[in-house]
């Protein structure tokens, strides 16, 4: 693949022709700040933040679509591209809550983030603020769109990986904010409630609802596992505070599935702390169901399937696999019925 060197803030970079500037800078471990920006989406440049200075090129280019090119020369912490980066903080400061001591996602904000660490403490524009109802109805999902900065990561993940095209730009000027058609809740949408979106917001617009109020970011201790919903083996991150599971979250380096979730994967694991889940094997004594030990129930139903196939022969006894088991166990699962108990009755519920 043909190549082009660059000069960044003095070093130089090679990389792959159609390289944007920014992935240049990433791979160099230079730093540019991004809001609008991922690399599991199209290149946006609507934030404007990941600007830098390029001799010869008019105005300041946005990094995330400006290409790479042999012999270019690229400052990004420049007097003129902090002053920028500066004044775009304020700019998006001038119309959003300052309300970051009881805002969810304080301490895991990129605003936030960036504001501290190019000391921006309050914003110089003064004018109107939006004033929109926070939206809340679903079970799933909390929209502030008083807190949206535009950026379009929720408009394009929906519609570049989640394929649904729930929800896009609405409206013009001051008035412009992110809603589902004709302006209808996400609840009268046609909204999955995937929760991708959530996973890609850079500020507290979008929010997991079941997560709110119980726990702040930096209190919270990330577990990763895998999803026990199907056989994809999708990894998420149990989010637990006081030995407690409060949430899940999406983990950008998954193997399976980097930060895309279902609606099971990242809104189902209420059952964990259920009162009604079951914790232990049930038995069935004097037609009531009983607590028992791993190896009572083991031994019961081996018993009982030893019998029946005594009685009525291999063919007599049929076996349920599931999705939520892992190849090898549904595997072992084929064994044992096949071999060990000598039918050909297994089925498996995600053939239906």
Same mark, same amino acid.
């Given at each position: ?67 790479? *090119? ?16 500066? *004044? ?136 990763? *596992? ?9 990894? !998420?991150?149990?989010?637990?505070? &006081? ?28 059952? !964990?702390?259920?009162? &009604? ?76």
């Amino acid at each position: 693949m043909a190549s082009v060197t660059l000069t960044i803030d003095g070093r130089q970079v090679t990389v792959p022709r159609g390289t944007s500037v920014l992935e240049a800078a990433e791979a160099a471990g230079i730093f540019i700040p991004t809001l609008c920006h991922d690399p599991d989406l199209s290149p946006w440049g609507a934030c404007r933040l990941c600007v830098v200075e390029i001799p010869g090129m008019r105005n300041l280019p946005a990094s995330c679509v400006t290409e790479a *090119t042999e012999g270019m020369v690229v400052y990004t912490a420049s007097a003129p591209v902090l002053e920028a980066r500066k *004044t775009i903080l304020e700019l998006l400061l001038a119309n959003h809550p300052e309300d970051c001591l009881t805002c969810h996602r304080n301490g895991d904000c990129r605003l936030q983030d960036y504001a501290y660490y190019y000391g921006v403490r309050a914003s110089g524009f003064a004018g109107e603020r939006r004033a929109l109802p926070v939206e809340d109805e679903n079970p799933f999902i909390v929209r502030d769109m008083n807190k949206c900065i535009l950026c379009g990561k929720c408009v394009r993940v929906c519609q570049e990986i989640q394929g649904c095209h729930v929800v896009d730009f609405a409206y013009r000027g001051f008035g412009t904010r992110i809603t589902p058609a004709m302006n209808v809740p996400l609840g009268e949408s046609t909204c999955v409630f995937c929760g991708n979106c959530v996973a890609y917001c850079p500020v507290g617009a979008l929010v997991e609802k079941p997560m709110l109020g119980k726990g702040r970011r930096w209190e919270v201790r990330k577990v990763r *596992t895998i999803c026990p919903y199907c056989g994809t083996g999708c990894t !998420i991150e149990l989010n637990v505070k &006081d030995g407690r599971v409060i949430g899940v979250t999406s983990a950008p380096d998954g193997d399976v599935n980097g930060k895309a979730l279902c609606a099971k994967g990242r809104f189902g694991m209420g059952f !964990i702390h259920h009162p &009604d889940r079951l914790q232990a094997p049930l038995v069935r004594k004097n037609g009531e169901l009983v607590e028992a030990s791993w190896e009572e129930a083991l031994e019961l139903v081996a018993s009982r399937l030893k019998e029946i196939k005594e009685a009525h022969g291999g063919e007599a006894i049929g076996f349920l696999s599931s999705a939520r088991c892992t190849n090898e166990e549904n595997y072992l699962l084929s064994k044992l019925a096949r071999a060990v108990v000598g039918t050909n009755h297994i089925d498996h519920c995600a053939r239906l």
